[in-house]
């Protein structure tokens, strides 16, 4: 079998932007970026009126994906787009990553699904993956267990709370089980 991708949303995972905005979260940092996304949904006001967007990162989160990436290929599954490679990679600690291009966002998916779910499945082709996102859903599921051949984990993350511990430990369980040829983990 081939190695898992792993699909890394960035805002509710690596940006827990639902916490309360007064209180920054432990262990992250703030940071203020203008990313292109963010600056187009301000129209036509001029670029250096526009105020950045904060958001919060963890360093130790890009200590665990590198771990993470002897099991997966890290992939960003975003609307960052490659935009995550300059803006948030760095900050993490990572390197470029792959990264998924929407052929659209922000559509209604198929089914009720997340718009981004089905753009996943066709990135994926059959390859297993796994997917953090604080978005996704039971629908989700549903499609994919429907669409795609490989086994696939789709892992919903609190966008209050962003990656925690018991993520990366279903993530690294998800990948350990797939090397294991007695299980094929869904
Ligand atoms: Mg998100």
Redesign the pocket.
Known sequence: MSRPLLYL?????LNPYAAKPERRPDGYSTHRMKPQGWMAQHGDTPPHRVRPLRVWLNADHGRRLLELGELYDLVWA?TWGAEANTFISPVLGLPELAVVRWPTMHDAGPDSTFWKTRHLVAHAQGRPFAWV???LDAADRGFVAAHHEGPALLHRVD?RLGLCDADFAALEAFARALRSPASEPR
């Not at 949303?9 to 995972?13: A, E, H, I, R």
């Open positions: 949303d960035v805002d509710g995972p975003t996102d604080d978005e966008a």
